[in-house]
């Protein structure tokens, strides 16, 4: 069971119901986020259901425990949420590419693709400062000032930023520069910076682990949204599969299934999803007609000496092709570029 | 190195040709198939390369190995086949629908279906008269009984056959009924059922094996093609992966991956594949815009009732619906419905 | 539900059953094997449940449906099945290796390795003599000739046989040969050869095959012996997962969890299992640390030149250090080998 | 090209071999361990390889990069790892077995599994303090207190402890209590916590991704090695497929491997791996044939009442049996419990 109380809610209120659950015999867990406060009750659901809770000063919603996740479920709204990232709007009827380098290497060349991918129609720059790598020997990002290059191309182009964070203790640093922080897919289970993202206000895209499940992952975004931070966009990236004509398997099905099952919206990485430059615009395609919210696509002006993941990245001029390609077939589902 | 001959090079050209081969130390494997026979040469390339063998009387074209597959290979044709089934194109700019039953159960369930789905768009007609099911307990299909419901359907409406052959023995008889014959998931790797369609005249729909990559399931395809029969469809239906909320990982990655490595069409099952009819209509759509040629879709009247699959089969008048919306995203990537 | 007869019952005793059962309003699938007749009751339980069935003539058993397996469920049967091949026991106290080259390729070569093998405490020759291969332009194995040879290497050594029918045609063939006949991991779904297999009396091996989970494993065991032949030995033989640096990956949880599920007997093959002959040893002795009933191993006598699997082959001398550890294995598992 | 420089070199030997590298034109990375330094050059390997940078001061050894992990590979120090835990050695003849509950739930609890563990023959007491759950809303651990009851088990009976660390925050922390960190699995990428760990004086326990390969377990490994802690211990847990009667799916092939490819102790968890008591035995008898050097085991006196993974978890007398079985085994290949 789940107390959702009203952000209006005052201590005393929030007090007052701890109390009352506990003399119940049951368990309670608080979880304070900066909006509102969330009371989970765990135990003998049977014994707080004939209990009035919703009358209760502070109270706006309670939920019964059918699927592991409360939060995330479509349930809890009904509706799809339209996430705002600095003025861009995500899970409405507009879709929403984001576009940029693997990883921020220079001024020069980030500031280069930046512009070019404005000019296609990108809305947000991707590119990251902290880049989790397999080789402790590879180029492991350039940290903060990478973080500054991204906000000069902000400034100067007013593409929003959506950069990785990796470590609970870097999480107050990224967001500063962030619009929006992005946990990658090796991070998806790392619960400490879940609950530390949680207490962001600034929105959060969840990548999908490349071996969880869709449950697992709602479970994930639900240590977001139970922190208190409902500004949660979750992303499809690929799965690890037996296949390996591509680099993971794009699961284009978690796009609709997730639709149904939560209120979050649902972008799709076609770059990392499939590993092969040749595959993006087709996939991209693809995860539109689905139903996607969104794009994340890698960028680079020359791929073949990018420090990261240059086999799937488009070049600007590709992108731009790409781009005039969505367009009908966003508007075939209803939806528009 | 393939030898590919023409369709009219004689016994004596080809016994020319081989005894060449055999003088260089070689070994030769021919296969001879209904229209053409190819020639398969085995050893060292060099040998091969300097020997003026495309100017030997009945030689079309001579290919050198660098992909395992040959006669599938992209570069055999170097445009996409179309293929012919009793009048209908595959391949083409009309993405052809195929809708049914998973199982031919009774003769008017399926004759209400079929002119269902005609009356929607589909043009070809499925169900199985054989069925290979995991249980031996379970309904194994009407038989030869089936395939005559079939073809009754097929004279009413005019629909064209598709239904599944599953044993040697059974070839001659399927190819008496089915306009196409479909090698099932489960046997894609039986390669005495793939050298026996391969025999045929009759287009052949391979679906690929719920654990293949897409490497594998071209070279069964190769199988068929090797032994003369070149129309052969390709059916991504789903994978196996750990993802457990649906039943098969539909694998869209497939299909702008084999539209790059082969000539073959390729059509995509989003009832297998997803195993869930909520599913279908979502990803059928993301299989046009991914490239797909066609589609095969389970419809049934009541799919509480059906004997198999019932999870995954749309109603027909939720097909209709689909079918409506799937014109303008065919019309948005440049085909037709 | 399911009715065993005894081996003694008559036509009379089965058509008074089948006439009872019908009359209550349920399908009825008669199973003519061999040895005995099974009568599969489909409907609800509950109507049968009340009838005294075990008290009919020529009933040996009834027995409740509650996993989709019946026959080869560990409740049908009590205790481990011990299983005769031409006088050697599987499934016994003693641990079984089988040995030999993955394809027959010639008589001096098999003889070598026969005699080998023999030496080293193996009691069965295993090779191909049909051969699955993925693609049509690799060695498809040398057929009847191939069993010749086998027979040959039995006549000289007393090795028992096993070899692997892949043609629902070829069955009678194989029979004539084998002592055991092997249904390969790509036929374990190929339904038509399984209940061919089922109405042979010799001993059948089945593989598990690389995507089929225990469940449909123990099914497809299901098809053999409900068609009459009880004498199924199980092999583990490596699942396809996303690990890359073995070819497949050998999985031993199966055999404690078969031994568990099912009364019938379990080998390994570590050979195809790891595809890594380094690997061969430790994985053997892991097999039988888990309870594994035998070995199929794959020894020649120059890996390299092998038409087949040449990296997963023992030289003879690797083989004859590892029957030599394995022994002290086997005795602290409370086996012998 | 990695240079490895003795625990005695200096500062000014560190300064001179820098500079030198970094005037031929490549880039330098430095790992500076509590025990000594690495330094990691990239570029050009020619340009370097004719220097004589093992004549210089300070240098150990020089290595040139073949595997993508250094540090980690067989070839690095050419034998067998043995680790040294509070006394206790991991590594070597000596097969050491780790066990205990999943989560620390309260202090008697711990207390009588610890004593019965003891008892027989386990050396190492496991534990979690801080518990990574799917669930937001599952028990996370008891944190600090936990560790303090792990202490006053370590005291009563002399057990070592291994307990898991989640945030590079808390690395100080657990280390003051534990004698071996553990990496959880779903950690084992999480590059920041390795670099964390990789600066402790203390072993740490590293457990494989349920999705990672070999290789990419290595290099995570290797991220630890590379910050100066030599003293890592592999665990394989299980790895994710489509198989679901486990709930993952134990890699012992992995045993042998790593044996082959890296110096470091592997230990197996049967219990994660498995999922189920029943079938921990006989894995664990497995693993030990398989070459492992260790064990650690779920063990709980009342396993339905688990806070975490009761249904994996052995009772202490069935912990005691499978001890007793495992001496056997251990002895047939060379090693004791």
Chains 1, 2, 3, 4 share one sequence.
Not at 7 to 28: R, S, Y
Request: hydrophobic letters at 40%; aromatic letters at 6%.
């Amino acid at each position: 069971m789940i107390i959702v109380l009203r952000p209006e809610a005052t201590k005393k209120d929030i007090g007052h119901i701890i109390e009352k659950v506990k003399k119940l015999g049951l368990k309670v867990m608080v979880s304070q986020g900066v909006e509102r406060t969330i009371i989970g009750i765990i135990g003998e659901e049977d014994i707080v259901r004939v209990q009035p809770l919703e009358a209760y000063p502070g109270v706006e919603k309670v939920m019964s425990i059918l699927k592991p996740y409360k939060l995330a479920a479509r349930e809890f709204k009904g509706r799809a949420s339209v996430i705002d990232a600095d003025g861009i709007k995500i899970g409405g009827k507009k879709i929403v590419v984001m576009a940029g380098p693997c990883s921020v290497e220079d001024q020069d060349g980030l500031m280069s693709i930046g512009k070019a991918v404005k000019k296609s129609g990108a809305l947000v720059l991707r590119g990251g400062a902290f880049k989790p790598r397999s080789s402790p020997y590879a180029f492991q990002g350039l940290g903060e000032e990478g973080l500054k290059y991204l906000m000069e191309v902000k400034k100067k182009t007013g593409l929003k930023i959506v950069t990785e964070v990796m470590d609970t203790r870097e999480v107050e640093l990224v967001e500063r520069y962030a619009d929006i922080l992005q946990v990658g897919a090796r991070n998806m289970q790392n619960f400490n910076l879940l609950k530390e993202v949680g207490l962001c206000k600034k929105p959060v895209l969840l990548k999908r682990g490349i071996s969880a499940t869709v449950k697992e992952f709602l479970m994930s975004a639900e240590y977001i949204l139970s922190n208190g931070n409902f500004n949660c966009i979750l992303c499809e990236r690929g799965i690890r599969t037996f296949e390996d004509a591509t680099r993971f398997t794009l699961d284009l099905n978690a796009v609709p299934l997730i639709k149904k099952l939560s209120h979050l919206p649902v972008i799709v990485d076609p770059s990392h999803g499939t590993g092969k430059w040749d595959l993006v615009s087709a996939m991209s395609r693809a995860a539109i007609a689905a139903g996607a919210d969104g794009l994340i696509v890698e960028v680079h002006c020359s791929p073949e000496d990018a420090f990261s993941d240059g086999a799937q990245s488009l070049l600007p001029k590709k992108f731009d092709v790409m781009m005039k390609e969505l367009g009908p077939v966003a508007k075939a589902v209803g939806r528009e570029l």
